[in-house]
Every structure is written in C-alpha cells, then in structure tokens.
C-alpha cells in the first residue's frame, strides 16, 4: 500500500464543524483573508501562481513549488483555505491523475456523469474515488517538489503503483456499485439533514430491502471481486463475481448489483 515518509497535521474535513483550527472552542468574528466570499479568496490563492498555464500547458517548477506549499501548507490553516485550496489543486492535477489510469478502467472522482442538482452534490461527499485523488495529489506535489529541489532524489515509482493498481480501481468500482444499487432500488445512502437527523435515498418500493452504501466495500483482485458487507462490526464477503483480463469495471459492477438484489429478496 501507499506509505507517506512524513506525519503531517491532517487537513480539516469538508464538512463545517462547530469550531475552525487553529483555535478549536472561540467564536470570533474573523476580519481576516479567510472573511473574503470563496470566490475572492479563491481568486486570491490563484494569485500566488507566478505565471499563468494554459489547458494542457506543462506545469512549471515555479509553478510546482507553489502546490507543494498549498498542499502541505496553506490547506492546513483552516476549512476555509482547505476548500480553495483543494478547488485549485484538483483542478491542477485533474489531468496528470487522468493520464495516469490503467487501461480500460474509467474514472470519475466529481461525479461528473450525473446532472448538477442538490442530490448529486451530496453524493459528491460520498464519493471514494475522490480520496484516492487527493491522496495522489498530496503524493505527487511531494515528489515533485523533491525532484526540482534535489538532483540525488530518484523518482518513486512504487508509491503511485498500489494507487492505480489497487485503490483507484476498487474505490471506482465501489462508487459503480452504489450508482447501479442506487438506480436498481438495492443500495441506498443516507445524507444528515439540518437538524442531525439521517435521510435515506433509494428507490426500491416500500417493504424492499436495500443495503446502505456505507456499509458496503469490495474485495479487489486480479481474478474476482467481492461485495464485501459490515454487520454488528465485522466484515464479511457475501458476494463474489469473477474478472476478465482487460475487462471493463462496469462489467463486474453491474454483476454484483444484480447478485445483490437476488441475496436480498433471499436474505
């Protein structure tokens, strides 16, 4: 699996909580940058670029060192500057992490393949392939930084080898799942609305079983994936579909939903 060298203060969450870093438990009205609407203080952070790139430009060393002080820097103030922070970072690195995907697998860390409506921005919060993404970003930046600033540091290949081997392709295959779930009535996920309280969304009729997606992962290898279930604290693999070479993950995510639908009316 992917080893980070260093321990670094984990970023702040996207969800708000009730008191911002650096200073947990005060409620002060804040004057600072992070005061500024999102858009300025995006614009703001764009403005430390030393020069513009254009789509598809190569990224420059000037340029590079400017993530990797975003990266392990800037993003750690607070939530504020860790969600501009990221907006821009993706966006950087969107299509390096693109060009990096093992053929025929497919990727869509944004859920970029639904219309733009408040449910989508939920599942958007869910969505796993997204962390795989953002922990190579956080590699990346490292290593780029590593290499400009130093001719005797070698090129790691073997930390982005379990990152597109492994994590991206099972994670991508779990977002299939709960897409295919979610649209045969089988998976549901639950959002907390404003007051705390958990809301359900799923489609299956009233009296169906469904298995909530947080519950869910799957078991990855070269010649089968499972659907791998958390009950009373403890997983178990309650599925397994066997893996073509060059196949698809949208073959075996389609699979295991259709699996799960016969387990649950059988469960």
Sequence with gaps: ?????????????????????????????????????PNLLLLVIDLTFPETQSIGEEITESQRRTLYWL??????????????????????????????IRTPYSSDPFHTSSSATSHDNLLGMIQRETRVFDIFIALKAREDFFMDASELHTFREELFKDLFDLMQPR???????????????????????????????????????SVAFSLLSISFSPRKVGLVLMTSGRKRTILEVSRVPNEKLEIPAKKLVKQLRVWLDYA
């Design 71 to 100: 990266t392990c820097h800037l993003r750690l103030v607070n939530h504020t500057f860790y969600i501009a922070c990221m907006h821009i970072l993706r966006s950087k690195y969107l299509p390096v992490y693109q060009s990096l």
């Design 171 to 209: 994670s991508r295959l779990e977002d299939l799942v709960r897409h295919y779930g979610m649209r045969e009535g089988v998976v549901h996920v639950t959002f907390p609305n404003a007051r705390g309280e958990t809301a359900s969304r799923h489609t299956r009729p009233s009296g169906a079983r």
């Design 1 to 37: 699996m992917v080893v980070i060298d260093e321990k670094v203060i984990a970023p702040p969450p996207y969800a708000p909580t009730s008191s911002s870093p650096p200073f947990p438990g005060l409620h002060l009205h804040s004057t600072g940058v992070s005061a500024l609407p």
